[in-house]
């Protein structure tokens, strides 16, 4: 069997899902819903990054103060 190789070359994203989210971050309403949208985002872009030497692990995740129980 041969391996293949694929070369993959990424663009700059058209749209920032940290700007979104945060962007009025008044709506979300108390300072407590602020500092959870904040971590969410955290998560999410700790989750998504695209360098898997980055990206976070599952136990990292499970880990994560989001996640936590408060």
Do not use: C, I, W, Y
Not at 26 to 39: F, P, Q
Request: net charge positive.
């Amino acid at each position: 069997m041969q391996d293949v190789v694929r070369k993959v070359t990424f663009t700059q994203p058209t749209r920032d899902l940290k700007s979104l989210l945060l962007t009025d971050s008044r709506a979300a309403g108390s300072e407590e819903n602020v500092r959870l949208l904040r971590m969410f985002v955290d998560l999410l872009d700790q989750a998504l990054a695209l360098n898997p030497e980055k990206r976070l692990t599952p136990e990292d995740a499970l880990r994560h103060p989001f996640l936590k129980p408060t």
